[in-house]
């Protein structure tokens, strides 16, 4: 039989809306918000009135590109965190009054275990990963690294702790006077750029726990001093610069990975997350995989920054499981990557 399930994604700026048959994406539609990058990051509250604005056409829309009507969904799934809970809420009220009205299973899915199973969508291009593989999740707002020993049981091995890779991507931007998300114009410039130009000292830490905070402190001084010297450096060395940040974040990204498949013994390793679209580390991946026994799963672009399908894949292997909820569900800011 069939199972199509209806995703929500809500947690951050992006609006997206997917719908899922058994694994295959049906539809997919986000809807991205401009808004944020005149203030130099997302602000909260206009996060979650663009959500407001954006995801009842974004249901149409995903609905139509399907061929379905709302009578045609098995359940609802949604994102209940972690993320900013003003845009959390959006989600969570849509999920619940298509619930309530259809009489449909809610599904609450976690906002990283979602990016993680993205791998699971089924690809032409690609096999999904066998379990268990290890996954690199690194987003805006988070960068772990995760046992993924099934669909259901996921095992956090280390994580940040302080700022995020993305976060790390979009600070180092912004004091190079780029716009937010600087992400993927450092990966756009990077590519124009001398990678060994400019080094920055990666932070020693211990096992797989990631810190990011000191090559933004490191990044600021060393600009400062230059720029004393010579106002125009950063417009000069723009893209040495970017190439330069891009490889000190991804060589960091690259060790602990290396480090958590020596620890664990698993040689399948994934990427997820909006950071996960950056070209070098994919080409760092794919070379680690030409003289490696690793196997590397990238995800296709549209499944690496936050989406709806994501969400729906999820739902869909909670649906197997039973695992629902009842529309006293609350949505979180915070939420372990356990829960
Ligand atoms: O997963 P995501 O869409 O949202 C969060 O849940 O945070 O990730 C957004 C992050 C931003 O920090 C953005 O700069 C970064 O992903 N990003 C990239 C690239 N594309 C997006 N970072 C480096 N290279 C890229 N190509
Ligand atoms: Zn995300």
Redesign the pocket.
């Known amino acids: 039989m069939d199972i199509t399930i209806l995703g929500i994604e809500s947690?951050?700026?992006?609006t997206s809306i997917a719908i899922v048959q058994n694994r295959k994406i049906l539809a997919n539609v986000t809807a991205n918000q401009k808004i944020h990058a005149e203030y130099g990051g997302v602000v909260p509250e206009l996060a979650s009135r663009a959500h407001q604005q954006n995801i009842i056409p974004s249901l149409d829309t995903a609905l139509k590109r399907a061929g379905l009507e709302l009578k045609d969904l098995d359940a609802i799934a949604f994102t209940a965190g972690p993320?900013l809970l003003g845009s959390l809420l959006v989600g969570t009220s849509l999920a619940k009054s298509l619930s309530l009205s259809l009489d449909l299973p809610l599904i609450q899915v976690n906002?990283m275990r979602a990016?993680i199973l993205a791998h699971m969508i089924e690809n032409d291009q690609q096999n999904t990963p066998e379990f268990p593989f290890l996954c690199l999740t690194?987003?805006?707002?988070?960068t772990q690294i995760v046992e993924v020993k099934s669909a259901q049981e996921m095992n956090l091995l280390g994580s940040t702790i302080d700022d995020?890779?993305?976060?790390a991507?979009?600070k180092a931007?912004k004091i190079m006077g780029l716009a937010?998300?600087?992400?993927?114009e450092?990966?756009?410039r990077a590519k124009l750029g001398d990678a060994h130009k400019f080094s920055f000292a990666k932070p020693k830490m211990p096992d797989l726990q990631f810190s990011f905070s000191g090559l933004k402190t490191s990044i600021l001084y060393f600009l400062q001093k230059e720029m004393q010297k010579n106002p125009k450096f950063i417009e000069e060395n723009l893209n040495d610069l970017c190439a330069s940040i891009?490889k000190t974040?991804i060589d960091i990204l690259m060790d602990k990975l290396k480090l958590a498949s020596t620890q664990t013994g698993i040689n399948r390793i994934a990427i997820?997350?909006?950071?996960?679209?950056?070209?070098?580390?994919r080409e760092a991946l794919h070379f680690e995989a030409a003289r490696s026994p690793w196997e590397v799963f990238i995800p296709s672009f549209e499944y690496?920054?936050?989406n709806g399908a994501m969400i729906a894949i999820s739902g869909y292997y909670q649906y197997l499981e039973n695992d629902f909820t009842d529309l006293g569900v609350v949505a979180s800011a915070r939420k372990p990557l356990q829960s």
Request: aromatic residues 4%.
């Open positions: 947690s951050c700026d992006d993320g906002h990016h690194v987003s805006g707002g988070h995020a890779a993305g976060e991507f979009d931007g937010y998300p600087a992400g993927p450092i990966d756009r891009q974040i997820a997350g909006g950071v996960s679209a950056n070209s070098g580390l690496t920054t936050d």
